[in-house]
């Protein structure tokens, strides 16, 4: 199964798609993930995308679409794959077309993971005290979901016209999201 998760941050879709990934047996990819990996690691990779990642920009497309290119040619995604934060931006789904279609096909379902947004900017301060990530700070915060808004939430409208596109509301307990997204998945 090829499965596109989408939603505002602090939606839960790392949270779910990691779960997801267990229970399907599929690998959840993470653009995010591995950013902050190279970061870390301070990688070339991980400086460049540090300079976007620290303002809640978006890091380029040519260098996002290289990393998820690589990562979706290693052999565990050949019976399906959870994205997660992959594509964010017109282009990026373009180019996720591609490279698909040069490979393993197409997507199965594009699952949308709505919370309102007094609810998510409650999950991102609660983040930021457990985690310290240093793109969760109430400025950097503001301009992600802004950035959310203006760039990638238009992709929902591109997935409805292919027919692709299903609603979960992400409100709620962690394991009662995955009991919603499950149902829809497993239909
Ligand atoms: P996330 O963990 O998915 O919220 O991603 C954290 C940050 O990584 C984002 O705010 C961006 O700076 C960067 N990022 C992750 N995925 C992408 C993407 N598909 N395109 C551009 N930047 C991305």
Sequence with gaps: MRILLVGPPGAGKGTQAAVLAGKLGVPHISTGDIFRTNVAEGT???????????????VPDDVTNAMVRDRLAQPD?????????????????????????????????????SADTDELVERLAKRAADQGRSDDTPEVIRRRLEIYAETTAPLIDLYSGRGLVVAVDGLGAVDDVTARLLAVLTK
């Design 77 to 113: 995604t050949a019976a399906g794959f959870i994205l997660d934060g992959y594509p964010r931006t017109v282009a990026q789904v373009h180019e996720l077309d591609d490279m698909l279609s040069a490979g393993a096909g197409r997507l199965d379902i594009v699952v949308e993971l």
């Design 44 to 58: 070339p990779l991980g400086v460049q995308a540090k300079s976007y990642m620290d303002k809640g920009e978006y």
